[in-house]
């Protein structure tokens, strides 16, 4: 199976251009630990209630949860699919070890959103998101057609609760401490590779994705 990671910051985009990417490719899957963790949360189921305690710190939830859940979901995944999009995973050295021993590094490739922590508060700041089917807006560049509901469902849009700006600021900083460094193990073990600057206008980013995945 072929799998494609979005790496990146909060607000880096990557749910954005996983989105667009399914526009474009849908028999492909997505798996977004972020909307996993979140949608258990609503449930209260009891998963949801241990992450919601790291969540709401801006801390990561521990590895051995998110690599179950991960393996869980890889093993029921039909290989005839165009590939599989991974969101917010791998975060961490374990957690990459953990992927590289499901899928052979060969089949991987990284796309690198990159930007910086004022560009990371301003986007957040003004996210909306859709409850119901988890569409992504922004307030200023990504508006929603009519004030604050759903362009695909009439939801009414809500504001994250991990996206107040103290918590927003730990989670870069956890990003910077503990998700970031590996990209020189990624770089290391040469899987396929691209950094994009993440403060271009989201088709053109997107351009740049798409011929990744093609080449
Ligand atoms: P998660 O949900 O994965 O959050 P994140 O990685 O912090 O990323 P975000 O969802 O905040 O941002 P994004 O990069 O998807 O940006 P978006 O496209 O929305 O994780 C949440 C928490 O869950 C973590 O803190 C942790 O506790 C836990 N967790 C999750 N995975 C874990 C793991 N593997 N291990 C341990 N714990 C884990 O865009 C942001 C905004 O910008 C939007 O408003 C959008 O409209 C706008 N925008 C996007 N692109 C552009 C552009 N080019 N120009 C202008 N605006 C743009």
Same mark, same amino acid.
């Given at each position: 199976?072929?799998?494609?990671?979005?790496?990146?910051?909060?607000?880096?985009?990557?749910?954005? +251009?996983?989105?667009?990417?399914?526009?474009?490719?849908?028999?492909?899957?997505?798996?977004?630990?972020?909307?996993?963790? $979140?949608?258990?949360?609503?449930?209260?189921?009891?998963?949801?209630?241990?992450? +919601?305690?790291?969540?709401? +710190?801006?801390?990561?939830?521990?590895?051995?949860?998110?690599?179950?859940?991960?393996?869980?979901?890889?093993?029921?995944?039909?290989?005839?699919?165009?590939?599989?999009?991974?969101?917010?995973?791998?975060?961490?050295?374990?957690?990459?070890?953990?992927?590289?021993?499901?899928?052979?590094?060969?089949?991987?490739?990284?796309?690198?959103?990159? #930007?910086?922590?004022?560009?990371?508060?301003?986007?957040?700041?003004?996210? $909306?998101?859709?409850?119901?089917?988890?569409?992504?807006?922004?307030?200023?560049?990504?508006?929603?057609?009519?004030?604050?509901?759903?362009?695909?469902?009439?939801?009414?849009?809500? +504001? $994250?609760?991990?996206?107040?700006?103290?918590?927003?600021?730990? $989670?870069?900083?956890?990003?910077?401490?503990?998700?970031?460094?590996?990209?020189?193990?990624?770089?290391?073990?040469? #899987?396929?590779?691209?950094? #994009?600057?993440?403060?271009?206008?989201?088709?053109?980013?997107?351009?740049?994705?798409?011929?990744?995945?093609?080449?």
């Amino acid at each position: 199976m072929k799998v494609l990671i979005l790496f990146g910051p909060p607000g880096s985009g990557k749910g954005t +251009q996983a989105n667009k990417i399914l526009e474009k490719y849908p028999s492909c899957i997505y798996i977004s630990t972020g909307d996993i963790l $979140r949608e258990n949360i609503k449930q209260n189921t009891y998963l949801g209630k241990l992450a +919601q305690n790291y969540i709401s +710190q801006g801390l990561l939830v521990p590895d051995e949860i998110i690599n179950s859940m991960i393996e869980n979901k890889i093993k029921n995944i039909n290989d005839n699919i165009d590939f599989l999009i991974l969101d917010g995973y791998p975060r961490s050295t374990n957690q990459l070890e953990f992927l590289l021993n499901l899928i052979p590094y060969k089949d991987i490739k990284v796309i690198y959103l990159k #930007i910086d922590l004022k560009d990371v508060i301003n986007r957040i700041v003004y996210r $909306r998101v859709c409850p119901k089917c988890n569409k992504i807006y922004h307030l200023l560049y990504n508006k929603p057609q009519s004030n604050e509901t759903c362009d695909n469902c009439n939801t009414k849009l809500i +504001q $994250r609760e991990d996206d107040r700006e103290e918590i927003v600021t730990n $989670r870069y900083k956890v990003y910077l401490n503990q998700t970031l460094p590996i990209l020189d193990k990624i770089k290391q073990l040469d #899987i396929k590779f691209i950094e #994009i600057p993440a403060d271009k206008d989201i088709n053109e980013i997107f351009n740049n994705i798409n011929e990744f995945i093609k080449n």
